[in-house]
């Protein structure tokens, strides 16, 4: 952990699905202004752990605090103010039947009741930090996945979190429109946002990440700097890089 602000702690969650646990034993720390990036193969826990940390789902053991108060309420749902932790998912899941701008003014309007007018705006200085300005007043259905995917980010950004989480935001995408996903998320980390990525992007994460937490069957099997991690001769670990950069 370095100097910076602590903003959330995992410490020792667990999630199982029926009688299968998925989740063993999650201890993460983030802090302020850092990328921290989840690797590991398909199945290994990475999106359960960023829906625990979400607020999204419900842990059996384990504690999730934010900025050093319990995150999660005895129902196992978000107890701090709504929208200081954003997500990006794998699917858009942009309303069909309004515009761009209207998809990413609807949270700060419906939930925080902000002044129309100011949200506008904020939505539109998002829409030019994702390269889609011209895009205000188009539908969903008229985008590329990858215009999708940055009007999503626009709209998670549009409630200004502490926290961005993003969930395989490339992974149904074609490999140009990654590119221009991806670029954005590197402006994005490289001005400072606080983010926890789940990728199989692993150039990306080599480029990106502070810390790299690598996981396997549910458990961590190492995580700390992304230079330590690449660098690594833990056998599961190294296993896991070389497969992944070979392909």
């Known amino acids: 952990m370095t100097s910076k602000t602590l903003l959330l702690r995992a410490d020792s969650i667990s999630r199982s699905y029926h009688s299968s646990l998925v989740l063993e034993d999650f201890s993460l720390d983030v802090a302020q202004g850092e990328t921290t990036v989840l690797l590991g193969s398909s199945g290994a826990g990475k999106s359960t752990a960023l829906r625990c940390l979400a607020g999204l789902e419900p842990v059996q053991s384990g504690t999730v605090t934010f900025k050093g108060k319990p995150f999660l309420a005895k129902n196992n749902r978000p107890a701090q103010a709504s929208g200081a932790i954003g ?3 794998q699917q858009f899941n942009l309303f069909p039947h309004l515009t761009v701008l209207e998809n990413i003014c609807l949270a700060p309007r419906r939930v925080r009741g902000q002044d129309k007018a100011a949200v506008e705006k904020r939505a539109t200085d998002l829409l030019e ?3 889609l300005a ?14 999708q995917q940055r009007v999503a ?5 549009a409630m200004a979190p502490e926290l961005v ?3 395989e935001p490339t992974s149904a995408l074609d490999p140009e429109y990654t590119r221009e996903v991806l670029q954005v998320m590197r402006a994005l980390t490289a001005e400072g946002l606080t983010s926890v990525i ?3 992007e692993i150039a990306f994460a080599r480029e990106t990440a502070d810390r790299i937490v690598y996981m396997d069957a549910g458990r961590i099997v190492e995580q700390g700097p992304a230079q330590d991690i690449f660098g690594s001769s833990h056998e599961r ?7 992944a950069l070979a392909g």
Do not use: C, E, N
């Not at 670990?237 to 497969?243: A, I, K, N, V």
């Open 198 to 200: 789940v990728t199989h």
């Open 129 to 131: 930090k994702v390269g």
């Open 134 to 147: 011209a895009k205000a007043g188009a539908y969903p259905f008229q985008l590329s996945g990858g215009q």
């Open 153 to 157: 980010i626009a709209r998670a950004l």
């Open 165 to 167: 989480l993003f969930d």
């Open 237 to 243: 670990t190294r296993r896991f890089l070389d497969q």
């Open 87 to 89: 997500m990006v998912f």
